[in-house]
Nanobody, 124 residues
């Protein structure tokens, strides 16, 4: 079983930046696809970004060019660098693990393990 712990959330002004981290334990980290999702109050959980070693990352259109996913396999950690944050980016952010093919990376139901989430709040 894989345990995931997110950190790095907080309050930031519009236009600011944050780096989220997700530390994993259990399983073989380097073989997993790691994804980031977010959920705002009253809304469904939505895909943000995903990446796998040796593959190009995948981003939601809403964050493309502003967010960047990266990973450190030696530290079993995946990062989400978020730049030019906007109030509509306010949400709880979750990391998750899957092994499905790239065409399914956007699907919430395809991820096996989830972290507890970290809150990102962007003020205008």
């Amino acid at each position: 079983q894989v345990q995931l712990v997110e950190s790095g959330g907080g309050l930031v002004q519009a236009g600011g930046s944050l780096r989220l981290s997700c530390a994993a334990s259990g399983g073989t980290f380097s073989t997993y696809t790691l994804g980031w999702f977010r959920q705002a109050p009253g809304k469904e959980r939505e895909f943000v970004a995903a990446g796998r070693s040796g593959s190009y990352p995948l981003y939601a259109d809403s964050v493309k060019g502003r967010f960047s996913i990266s990973r450190d396999n030696a530290k079993n950690t995946v990062f989400l660098d978020m730049n030019n944050l906007q109030p509509e980016d306010t949400a709880a952010y979750y990391c998750a693990v899957t092994r499905v093919v790239r065409s399914s990376w956007r699907e919430v139901g395809q991820y096996y393990y989830w972290g507890q989430g970290t809150q990102v709040t962007v003020s205008s």
